[in-house]
């Protein structure tokens, strides 16, 4: 109907992006993101790479690999409209240990599936001639893997749902959301605005959110903390592309690598050292209440009996650089704890299951007039125009996705 209210709970570029979706596709209906913080894009996409995924890792058919691929071009044609930053400056997946070349080549096949322009196998003397600087013992290399910067686009994001007579409202922490008939009441305080339909994109507090629409316990949340350290200006000359590890395939997390920023920094990171707070972006960040909630849940328990040996790895260089840059400096070994400094940091929102299981899809329920987003991690600022689509489709069961 062209007169329904939609709200979008959170101004990341998720909440965003969907947004905007509704906006375009859907003249007439009015648009309401509420955001808590006092601006958009503070919280993951802010502290985002800025990496563009190909689509390598991703199960084929999973919702991951096909949004992914979808929301590549989605992306590249709205950075090019809007003059964004849009670089394709390659990737490098390397494989440096003898076990390596075979889970590999399992990559390659899983990449292949999903379409990944241009991909190719490259022999340890070809790693050289496209990163003279780099080590490892074989590699695949994607061209056009590119990098750009996610906050400039939410912050066009949130400018395009304004101009088609959205409003984005700022300052607007949810603390209640009621159904009520024809539609749900969502509350801040005191303050109350009525919506037809509502959307939860939370991010980092996504669980908490959704369990105020009364929406299914599982998955919760989990913050992990992911730390970068920077090459120092004299030093950034080392790495051209980006540069990766065969990733783990027990874990959701990729590895410690190097990436270059459209700024001009290369970043080394990052680590997953489990947070003290779902906005724990320092080691002295400790929230009582989150650490409650996370004891209080079994899946914590089991998550922490099976990956306790990682965790403490990964928070040894939380704690020393040169323990930090130990595996960085297999990827390109003319660079230690001397030829970086501390940078930023990111927290990522991760479900986990009840049976200790750290659920790798994207996971999206959807219950009468509330749609939930309650797993989305990366790529999911890559795919976030495409996962746009798929919510808006679900929501008004509407495939024409007219522009």
């Not at 709200?7 to 990341?12: R, Y």
């Not at 090459?231 to 395939?249: M, S």
Request: contains cysteine.
């Amino acid at each position: 109907m062209a007169d329904e209210t939609i709200g979008v709970v959170g101004a990341g570029i998720v909440g965003l992006a969907t947004a905007r979706e509704i906006a375009l596709r859907r003249p007439g209906t009015r648009v309401l993101v509420l955001e808590k913080e006092h601006e958009v894009a503070v919280h993951q996409t802010g502290h985002n790479s800025g990496v563009v995924h190909a689509g390598i890792y991703y199960a084929p058919g999973s919702l991951k690999a096909d949004l992914c691929v979808r929301g590549v071009s989605l992306l590249r044609e709205y950075c090019q409209e809007r003059a964004l930053p849009y670089k394709e400056i390659g990737k490098l997946v390397v494989a440096v240990r003898p076990d390596e070349p075979g889970r590999m080549e399992n990559l390659y096949e899983r990449a292949r599936n999903n379409h990944v322009p241009d991909l190719r196998k490259v022999s340890k003397e070809e790693i050289r001639e496209i990163e003279p600087h780099a080590g490892g013992i074989a590699a695949l290399y994607s061209p056009r893997t590119a990098i750009t910067d996610y906050p400039a686009m939410a912050r066009e994001f949130a400018k395009d749902i304004e101009d088609s007579g959205g409003e984005v409202r700022l300052a607007f922490p949810v603390t209640s959301i009621t159904r009520v008939p024809g539609g749900i009441e969502v509350a801040s305080g005191q303050e109350r605005v009525r919506v037809d339909r509502l959307i939860l994109c939370a991010g980092l507090h996504s669980d908490s959110v959704a369990r105020l629409a009364q929406d299914e316990q599982e998955p919760r949340i989990v913050p992990f903390r992911g730390e970068y350290m920077l090459l120092k200006p004299d030093r950034t000359h080392l790495v051209r592309g980006l540069l990766y590890p065969v990733p783990d395939p027990r874990y959701p997390f990729l590895g410690v690598h190097f990436t270059p920023r459209v700024d001009g920094s290369v970043e080394v990171g990052p680590n997953a050292v489990l947070a003290l707070a779902r906005e724990g972006y320092k080691l002295s960040s400790v929230s009582v209440r989150d650490l409650a909630g996370l004891a209080a849940y079994p899946g914590s328990w089991k998550m922490a009996a099976q990956h306790w040996r990682t965790g403490f790895k990964e928070y040894r260089g939380s704690l020393s650089k040169a323990a930090f840059m130990k595996d960085a400096k297999l990827y390109v070994p003319g660079v230690g704890a001397k030829d970086v400094v501390r940078g930023g940091a990111g927290v990522r929102a991760q479900a986990l299951d009840r049976d200790g299981t750290l659920v790798d899809d994207f996971r999206i329920h959807q219950s009468g007039r509330i749609t939930a987003v309650r797993n989305a991690p990366s790529p999911a600022a890559t795919a976030s125009m495409a996962i746009a689509e798929h919510i808006v489709d679900a929501v008004f069961d509407d495939t024409s996705r007219k522009r």
